[in-house]
């Protein structure tokens, strides 16, 4: 099983700046990597998949890069509809497509 | 507009088999597409749980497949989830959700349905 890692476990940004979250791989998923953003009570919703096309409707200030092991999300000019939480998910090798444990966007 | 609605009981007692619909509404499962099961324990993370095929066909998370059953019903245009020898461990968040395409990615989700497994 792939294992996904967070870094950081949370991270304080003020509104308008920029926000990178990262997301590491315990081997190699190529570019099969999805972003999610899931807010307070709600289901999470798709950013990214293929490491860096974005979902339909997603604001052009996400972005996702990297391949391998090591990606990046970025949101470009945080607005305060960003702050979440965040989960990569890996369906490279699968059963079971596994998913990081998250990173929290908080106001700083 | 895709939309996806978990039904089921919100408690389950332990040793007992949690049972959950997915119905699917603005698409029709028999057109296509991989339909998914994922949980999320209260304050943690997304596991995925299992996804079905509308032929049928399933894949199951290896850590849970001695105890899943995921099944299809494309008359009613839903399809289901079955967790036998619940523990206070498979209380969670249960969301239902499509498939994008044919990579293990998840573009439509239900609003999830809590499941607490308690006597």
């Known amino acids: 099983e792939i294992v996904m890692t967070q870094s950081p476990a949370t991270l304080s940004v003020s509104p308008g700046e920029r926000a990178t979250l990262s997301c590491r791989a315990s081997?190699?998923?190529?570019?099969?990597l999805a972003w999610y953003q899931q807010k307070p009570g709600q289901a999470p919703r798709l950013l990214i998949y293929?490491?860096?096309t974005r979902a339909t409707g997603i604001p052009a200030r996400f972005s996702g890069s990297g391949s391998g092991t090591e990606f990046t999300l970025t949101i470009s000019s945080l607005q305060s509809e960003d702050f979440a939480v965040y989960y990569c998910?890996?369906?490279?090798?699968?059963?079971?497509?596994?998913f990081g444990q998250g990173t929290k966007l908080e106001i700083k | 507009q895709v939309q996806l609605q978990e039904s089921g009981p919100g408690l389950v007692k332990p040793s007992e088999t949690l049972s959950l619909t997915c119905a699917v509404s603005?698409?029709?499962?028999?057109?296509?597409?991989?339909w998914g099961w994922i949980r999320q324990p209260p304050g943690k993370g997304l596991e995925w749980i299992g996804s079905i095929y509308h032929s049928g066909s399933t894949y199951y998370n290896p850590s849970l497949k001695s105890r899943v059953t995921i099944s299809v019903d494309t008359s009613k245009n839903q399809f289901s989830l079955k967790l036998s020898s619940v523990t206070a461990a498979d209380t969670a968040v249960y969301y239902c959700?499509?498939?994008?395409?044919?990579?293990?990615?998840?573009?439509?989700w239900g609003q999830g349905t809590l499941v607490t497994v308690s006597s």
């Open positions: 293929g490491a860096s």
């Open positions: 959700a499509r498939v994008l395409d044919t990579a293990m990615v998840f573009d439509y």
């Open positions: 603005g698409y029709s499962i028999s057109s296509g597409y991989y």
């Open positions: 081997q190699s998923v190529s570019s099969n």
């Open positions: 998910q890996q369906y490279n090798n699968w059963p079971p497509a596994t």
